[in-house]
């Protein structure tokens, strides 16, 4: 399987909240090959014989939502909590940083037409993998950047993804993105999904997510349905 890592710090320093971590101009492209196709593996909580599934923590889930919601082979995203301890956690449970969960969004997606490789890609452009527990003024371990995988396929891609971005040094300070595997993963409440699109006029959606939203398009406008 051959990965390429595309990553642009242009992407980083637009999307992400203020970071200043990324070189100030260029794309960065760092190549790996593994030479070897990597086995196939059923992944967890696979819904069809085509759709698989991918788990990811970048901040804020109404941020990372809006942006998987448009990407092509993107079906399904789905805002929640994983990698804590707590049972069917509620929102104000998980904002009080003691549950261990971080806020995730849960994607279906189709490989035929966006590898694995891809949503990472949109992923580590889309918010800062440097700052720990931090993302912006929204700050505690519910904000952790992690790639929480579903089966060792998505553990190497990830794995070696995160290498070639460090080895490339896009970012001048350590990625502290966590790579887990994925054990629980609790939806959140409706009112959380789609909450850019449903509520359009609500501040943080105002000031906050449309401007990023609206790079991301330009960024990955290929990529998007």
């Known amino acids: 399987m051959k990965i390429i890592v595309i990553c642009s710090a242009l992407a980083v320093t637009l999307l992400a909240h203020g970071t200043a971590n990324g070189p100030a101009y260029a794309t960065t492209y760092a190549k790996a090959s593994a030479g070897k196709q990597q086995p196939k593996s059923k992944p967890m909580n696979e819904t069809s014989s085509t759709l698989q599934k991918a788990?990811?923590?970048?901040?804020c889930f109404w941020c990372t939502e809006a942006f998987f919601l448009d990407v092509k082979?993107?079906?399904k995203v789905e805002s929640g909590y994983s990698g804590g301890k707590t049972?069917?956690?509620?929102?104000?449970e998980v904002c009080t940083g003691l549950t261990g969960h971080a806020e995730v969004i849960q994607i279906t997606y189709d490989p035929a037409v966006v590898p694995y490789d891809a949503l990472l890609e949109i992923f580590w452009n889309t918010h800062d993998p440097t700052t720990l527990n931090r993302q912006g003024a929204d700050e505690g371990t519910q904000y952790r950047s992690a790639v929480?995988?579903?089966n060792e396929e998505q553990r190497k891609v990830a794995e070696e993804y995160k290498v070639q971005l460090e080895a490339s040094h896009?970012?001048?300070?350590?990625?502290v993105t966590?790579?887990?595997p994925l054990i629980n993963f609790y939806k959140a409440e409706d009112y959380h999904q789609n909450y850019f699109a449903l509520n359009p006029n609500q501040g943080y959606c105002q000031y906050v997510i449309r401007p990023k939203v609206e790079k991301f398009k330009k960024q990955f406008s290929s990529k998007l349905k």
Not at 55 to 59: H, I
Not at 170 to 175: D, G, P, Q
């Open 73 to 75: 082979g993107v079906s």
């Open 87 to 92: 049972k069917n956690p509620s929102y104000q």
């Open 178 to 180: 966590e790579i887990s």
């Open 148 to 150: 929480f995988y579903h």
């Open 170 to 175: 896009v970012y001048k300070n350590r990625i």
């Open 55 to 59: 788990t990811f923590g970048g901040g």
